[in-house]
Structures are given as C-alpha cells and as structure tokens.
C-alpha cells in the first residue's frame, strides 16, 4: 500500500462519490492509517510536502493541524488534528461540510450546543474563507444564547460523524495521558460561510483577513512521526486492556476501570506538574506494569519485562522507546530497594500513580472481597503492609504524597491502626 504514495492512497478513500456521510465514515474506519503515515514521512515529494504545509497550523481552538494534500477534482479534504490538553477557550461553531472522524489515540471529547432560551449568551460571528485563500474573515452578527445539548466521548478506535450544521467544541476527554489525535475527513463544502460563538468577554477581529502561520516541513514532519507513535502506543494500550480483561486473569472484573485506568488519571494530573516528561512513555509504562500479573496471575516482573517488550514492539514502536520503557517498568519492580524519588521523571510519576491509585476506590475492600477464608487479622496486616510499601517506597512525588496524606492516613485506620483520641 505505501507505494501507492499519499495520493494514491487518498484516492483510494475517496473512491466513488459516496451519498452519505455513514459509507464515508465507514471507508475512513478500514482507511490503513499506518500506510498513509508512513508515505506521508518516508515518501512524500516536495511538492506534496509543501502542499502540506500551505494549510498546517495551529488552530485557534487549541489544536494543530496537518492537512493532506487535496485530491484533484475532488472536494474532500483529510487533516490530522492534534489535541496535547484541553484547550483554555474553544470557540462553539459548525461547519461549511458534513464531517466524518476517527479518534487514531487519546479520547475526543464532543459538545454540542443548540440555540435556546436559557444558557450563556455569546458574541455571534459569521466566518467566511478568504478570497483567494488562505486565511478567514469574520464578521459580527449580534448575540445568541447558546445552551449545552450533549456531551459524549469518542475514544481511540472509534469513528463518528457530524452534519455541518450541528454547533459544537472539541477537545481531549478528561483523564488520558496521551494528546489525543484525529483523522478527520471534510465532505464536500455545502455552504459558504460558518458561524463562530465566543463567550462574553472574549471577541473575534472583525472585517480582516486572519492567517495563522504556517508550519515548517520540519514541524509537519514532526507532528506525522509523533502521531505514527501515538498510534502505535494507543494500539499497545489496547492490547493490553484486552489481557487485563481476559477471564483467565483473577482480577480481570475490575482491574482495568479501578486500577489501570485510575493510575492512568493520577498519571495525566501529575504530568501537568512535569511538563517536560515523556507522555507517550509514561503512558505505555502505566498500561506495561502489571503485564506479566495478568499472564500467570501472580506478580511475575521478568515476564512483564520480556512478555512486553514483544507486545511494545509488535505495536509499531521502536527499539529506543521498547528499550526506555522496560527499563523504567524494571525500576518500578525494584521499588522495594531503589530509591525512586531519584528514578527518571517518567517513573516517578508513574510510581506515584500507582501508589496513589490503591489509596482510592475499592483496592482495598476488594483484597477482603477476593480472600474471604483468611483470618481477618492476616487481611489488615497485609493491607497495612501494602500502605507500607505504597506510602515509603512507590509515591514520591511532592504533589502527590500532599494531596494523598489524609488517604493514607485514614486507611491505616482502617488497617487497624487506630489514633489515641478521634475528637481533639
Ligand atoms: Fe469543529
Ligand atoms: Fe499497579
């Protein structure tokens, strides 16, 4: 398929016009984004290169933006778009063409609005594309009470669609480490201008042409190999879901919703405090860490390194990444004798994560729930020791070990552990 370059392999998307946006949805869902990520890095010309770059940017709603390159005679456009955190402000507004989109890793958040009685009133602007583009104008209409119509999460794999005249924000659902990523397939234009909400307080610049700068070939070769990971890491993620979920896994009923993903949205609010730490790595260690617990049903660290390096490498990810990563899930394993407070920023928060992660939801209730003919006192002297080993070895981050002393402390209570007076 990658011989067939970036062109080819649009046209073959594109195929006969479609009549609806659900057939284009569909081909978008079996479209080989693996084969059109590596044609657009390893094989695209010059010329498509800098067809690329003309309508690459950062867009004003707080994604970036690659644009493939259109196909001739053609209306469709497919752009890559790029969410590393919630944006500050996105603006509600619709769109000149229906849309079709895959969520490629991270989670697409979708809000809808409708115009109502009660809700937030907000500047109302008509947007237009500049003539000749590129760039957009606005102009001003007045106001409009704009109230929320629905919320719903679109997580990586999942392909949905969107009538162009459908008032709408998106942006990376709460909770995941990595940025969230879409392909999204533009239809053909069916109207000419769009409109463009922002909340009071805020304003558009009104009857002048706008144009954000474009990126470099450099930039956009740097988004298309950070998205080629992305992918490759939200496919191993899934990988392992499923072995976390196997029924042969003693704990597959509630591993993943009250640990995995729990560790997983410890990790995405710590990483606000460590911008400069690897994402994508930290994400692959919270998913990797208790692989080898879930294949022999026991703590089993060698095959969480060696059984994982298979599974990292069969996603697509290369051999410095797969190397990086099982060094940081042996240090982990090694919590017990390391000090971790001194282990690279990837696995200290991971660590703390994960500690942290036993400290809410039911981790310890359950302990109880699943060993129901040990005596009790053997329950709350392992409970104990696991807050131990939790509280001394594994969280050591500042952020977390302030926000979760309460935690702690009410659960060695709990454990048995109980203060001289409860009131004073
Ligand atoms: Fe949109
Ligand atoms: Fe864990």
């Known amino acids: 398929m990658t011989d067939a370059g970036i062109g080819g392999l649009l046209e073959s998307l594109l195929g006969e016009r479609a009549v609806s946006t659900e057939e284009y949805a569909k081909r978008l869902a079996d479209f080989d984004v693996g084969a059109l990520l590596d044609a657009a890095l390893d094989h695209a010309t010059p010329a498509e290169l800098t067809t690329t770059c003309e309508e690459s940017y950062t867009h004003a709603n707080g994604f970036e933006k690659v644009s493939f390159p259109p196909v001739p005679g053609r209306a469709e456009r497919l752009r890559l778009h790029l969410w590393r955190r919630a944006p500050l402000q996105a603006d509600p507004h619709n769109h000149r063409w229906a849309l079709t989109s895959r969520v490629l890793a991270g989670a697409l958040r979708s809000t809808t609005f409708e115009a109502g009685a009660t809700g937030t009133v907000h500047r109302h602007y008509r947007h237009r594309p500049h003539t ?6 606005f102009d001003e209409l007045g106001s409009a009470t704009l109230q929320l119509a629905s919320v719903i999460d679109h997580l990586a794999g999942q392909t949905y669609a969107l009538p162009p005249e459908t008032v709408h924000v998106a942006g990376p659902a709460p909770g995941r480490i990595d940025p969230t990523v879409t392909l999204a397939l533009e239809l053909a234009p069916v109207t000419q201008d769009t409109d463009v909400y922002t909340p009071a307080g805020a304003a558009k610049p009104v009857g002048t042409r706008v144009m954000p700068p474009c990126y470099t070939p450099d930039e956009v070769r ?9 992918v490759a890491v939200s496919a191993f993620r899934e990988v392992m879901r499923r072995a976390y979920t196997a029924p042969t896994f003693r704990h597959h009923r509630w591993y993943v ?12 609010e710590l990483l606000d405090h460590y ?3 690897d994402r994508a790595k930290v994400s692959a260690l919270v998913w990797l860490h208790d692989y080898g617990k879930a294949l022999h049903n026991s703590p089993s660290h060698q095959v969480t390194l060696s059984e994982g390096a298979l599974r990292l490498r069969e996603a697509g990810l290369d051999e410095p990444f ?23 920023v990837e696995v200290r928060i991971a660590s703390s994560a994960d500690g942290c992660a036993h400290l809410v939801g039911p981790f310890f ?16 002297a392992e409970n104990l020791r696991k ?18 002393e309460g935690r702690h402390r009410m659960l060695r209570e709990q454990a048995g552990e109980l203060p001289e007076r409860f009131l004073t």
């Not at 740097?222 to 992305?230: D, H, M, Y």
């Open 275 to 277: 911008p400069g730490a």
């Open 257 to 268: 919703p009250y640990h995995l993903e729990l560790v997983e949205r410890l990790a995405a």
């Open 322 to 344: 797969v190397a990086d990563v099982v060094a940081y899930a042996r240090m982990l394993d090694r919590a017990p004798e390391l000090d971790l407070s001194r282990a690279p």
């Open 222 to 230: 740097a988004r298309l190999g950070e998205v080629r990971q992305l």
């Open 365 to 380: 209730h359950l302990y109880w729930w699943e060993n129901p003919d040990r005596p009790h006192d053997q329950l709350m």
């Open 132 to 137: 000749p583009p590129p760039g957009c104008t």
């Open 387 to 404: 807050l131990d080993k939790d509280w001394h070895r594994k969280i050591v981050l500042p952020e977390a070990r302030a926000a979760f």
